[in-house]
Every structure is written in C-alpha cells, then in structure tokens.
C-alpha cells in the first residue's frame, strides 16, 4: 500500500498501532485479553480484517450493533401504525424496542394506530414448558382489545428459539381462527451478528405474507411512487413525503415508518420505488425490480445541497410536468436554506464532526454538516481521540461515553428528541440542534472523569 494511501491527515498504520498499544496498556491484563482482538490498525492491502466482532449475538448480552430482533422490530415491523405487533418472549427486550427509536405515527391510538408495547412476558415455567398456548390467548386477547387493527406481527425474541417455540403454527391457526393477517417473524436475536439479518427476515415476512395481497383504492397514475426505508424518526417521512407530493408524486405507500398494512401490500403496482435506507431495504427493492419491474432509485434529502441533486434525480425518471416542479422547488426553498446557512455558519465554520453511527447515517448526513461549513474528519464506531472533533454524531448508546468525557455530540439515530431532520423542513432544525450542541458554554463545566 503507498504512503499517499496509507497516510490520512498524519495517522500511519505505524502511529495507529502504537496508539493501540498505548491505550491497552491501562488496561487490567484480564480485560486487555479481551480487548485486543477487536482493536487493530486499517490495512486494506493485508486482505484480512482488522477486528474479530463479526460474530453471532450472545443471548441477553447488549451489542452495540443491536440483535436481529432489534432490527425485525425497531426497523422493519415495529413502525407500521395499523397493525399490533407482539414481543414474543421476556418483557425486557420488547420494552427497549419499544422505546429506544422514535418513529412517530399519526392516527387515533387504539384505532387507527398501535403505537404500544404488547409482550407474552415469558416467565420460567413458560422456558419450562413453552409459551405456545400463551400466545395463542395473546393474540385472541389482542384482538379482542383492538378489533380494528388490520393485523399482529409477532416478533420472536432470543428464548422462543432456544425453547424451539412454533409461533408459525400458532399464527397459521390463530389467522384463522380470527380472520385477520397474522405474520410470524422468526428472528431471535442470537441469529444474525447485527440487526441486520432482522431486516433481511422482516422483508422475506413481508414478502411472503403481505405484499401483492390489496391493490390500492385509488385509481393508477404515472407518478405512484413508494417510499421505502424511511421509519419516520422525527418525522421524517412527513417532510419526506410532503416535498415529494410537493413535486407532483403521489406517495402511494411507506415502508414502514407511520405505514399501513393495506398500501405495504399494494406497493407492486407503484412505478417507482425510491429508497432512503438502503442497507436496510436495498433487498426488497432488487425484489420488487425482478418480480414487478419496478424501477428504484436511492435518495438522499439530509441538507440543501443533497436535496437538490436527488430531487433532480428524481425528476429525470419523470416527464417535464415533474422537472418543472422540481425546480420550483428549488427555487422557493434555496433562499429560505441559505438564509438557515447564513445564520448558522459563522459559528460553525470549520468545526470538525466525527460521526459514530449504525446504518448510512454517516454517508447520508455528511452533505448536511458540510452545508454548514463543517469538515467530516472520520466515521466509525471507535472515537479515534487523535483527531480531536468539536462534535460528535454519535448512537443511541455510544452518545453517553461523549457525554462523559465533554465533548459536544448529536444523537444521530432517532434525533434524540428532536426532529424532523429529513427535507428542507429537517434543515432547520438539524443546523438549530448543531449550532446548540456546538456552542453551548456547558461542556465547559464537564470534566472527564480520566
């Protein structure tokens, strides 16, 4: 590997690794040994990875890259606001679930939206003897409570695989029996190394059990399009979709953030499939191009400038009715974000922001920072102290570990409690968030503990 590769701002492998050696060093010997595996300099020329992480879950052990239930329930499931949606197993993994992402939904709660925790709260003798017959009586319990929901997930957590629970017999029936759709998604959350393999499950569910099953009830028209891999954090998929609408689309469906079982199922009549998240919906959309011959195309719409190309983007799949709505758009809201811009840049011009973050959340916000005259300097899951950010992007968890040690840092997953981030309305507030998170006199009271 050259020098010219290997050299990033003055970080050698040679400085990396004596980096290393000096942080294990405080290490007791016993945690050293554990540590040092998953500690190890980039060498793209070695061919080999520089950590041992890439393994499968431990049942009840937190990972920092969620589980496979996780994603089947925090991504994928969870967000779909007409349906109720079981944790099968222990309460414990279903209340964080339920309250770890902020996908927001709209609707009346209990009739037209479910946004709440339902668990069969496995208990020992349910390990002991299986909790078949308990979620057979969940479910009818379930409908019984919301008879307008317009159909139950059940999402299994990590005992229900390792007592061998049948919850596809059980949904098969229990569908049956009470005349509803009644999804069983297998996705224990020792199955997979991340969340990931719960989307990949999620969308073989989906497919199987849900799409191509309603067609939409309005008529059909050149600009259906669907929304795919946006779970409406903040409200995202609100900004999304009405700026969208606002070009002349018609959002016929959203996968799955404030989604609805009906149009999910309608969505292979849509002419366009754009996607947002695309490590954790790329798969359906490569399916519904080979199975409906629908067309997909990635977007981004974190901060002007990104909004800007992907609208264009956007617009070239579609006539001139479109590309001229599409520059309208432009044209109403780049005064409005340059006036954003203006207010906020001078006081984060040249910042630097590392970004800590699951998903594309890295490659997606960077343009929005970089509106703002701040400079990227490093992405990942480590913080690399060398670089010395002024702000860091970080996870759900990882945010207190910043927190600790005084430096300033947005919760980049689910927006803490802020948002939208998404669209030109999202602008405003993302560069608000930052500018507060930056220049807040605070941190100077806080004083790392090491």
């Keep these: 590997m050259s020098d010219k590769i290997r050299k990033i701002d003055g970080i050698t492998k040679e400085s990396t690794e004596a980096l290393i050696a000096e942080t294990l ?63 099968h197993g222990p309460v414990g993994c279903g209340w964080y679930s339920w309250g770890t992402r902020r996908n927001l939904m709209s609707g009346i709660t209990g009739v037209t939206s479910f946004p709440m925790q339902f668990t069969s709260d496995f208990q020992e003798k349910d390990i002991v003897y299986g909790g078949d017959k308990k979620l057979k009586v ?58 990931s393999l719960g989307h990949h499950i999620s969308n073989d569910t989906i497919r199987d059990y849900i799409i191509e099953t309603r067609e939409f009830a309005e008529p059909s028209s050149p600009y259906d399009i669907a929304l795919i891999g946006d779970y409406n954090i903040g409200g995202d998929v609100w900004s999304a979709k009405s700026l969208l609408e606002e070009i002349g689309l018609n959002v016929k469906s959203v996968w799955t953030g404030d989604g609805e079982l009906e149009k999910i199922a309608a969505t292979h009549t849509v002419k366009l499939n754009l996607i947002h998240c695309y490590r954790s919906m790329n798969y359906m959309c490569k399916v519904m191009e080979e199975k409906y011959g629908i067309p997909w195309l990635e977007f981004n719409f974190f901060g002007p400038t990104k909004i800007r190309e992907s609208l264009r983007a956007i617009g070239e799949r579609f006539d001139d009715t479109i590309k001229e709505k599409v520059e309208l758009a432009i ?40 509106d703002l005259g701040m400079d990227c300097v490093g992405s990942g899951y480590e913080f690399a102290h060398a670089l010395k950010p002024d702000l860091i992007g970080s996870g759900i968890k990882e945010k207190y570990v910043f927190q600790k040690m005084g430096i300033p840092f947005r919760q980049m997953h689910s927006w803490d409690y802020s948002g939208p981030y998404h669209g030109y309305q999202g602008f405003a507030v993302f560069a608000r968030d930052v500018d507060m998170a930056v220049n807040s006199p605070t941190w100077k009271l806080v004083k790392a503990p090491f």
Excluded at 156 to 166: A, K, N, Q, R, T
Excluded at 352 to 360: A, D, S, Y
């Design 25 to 87: 060093s405080v290490y007791p010997e016993k945690a050293k040994k554990k540590r040092a595996p998953h500690l190890g300099a980039n060498d793209q020329g070695s061919g080999t990875a520089c950590v041992k992480s890439n393994k499968k879950t431990v049942p009840g052990v937190m990972s920092a890259r969620g589980c496979a239930y996780a994603g089947a329930k925090g991504v994928v499931w969870g967000p779909i606001r007409d349906m109720v949606h079981v944790s």
């Design 138 to 195: 969940l479910l009818e319990e379930a409908h019984d409570l919301f008879p307008l929901a317009k159909g139950i997930s059940v999402l299994s957590e990590c005992p229900v695989g390792l007592i061998g629970d049948d919850i596809n017999s059980v949904a098969k029936q229990s569908a049956k029996d009470l005349e509803i759709p009644i999804i069983p998604c297998n996705c224990e959350g020792f199955r997979g190394v991340s969340q």
């Design 331 to 370: 044209a109403k809201y780049e005064p409005i974000m340059q006036a954003i811009i203006d207010e906020y840049r001078p006081r984060l011009e040249g910042k630097k922001v590392m970004l800590l973050v699951g998903g594309l959340r890295p490659r997606h916000t960077i343009g929005a920072y970089e």
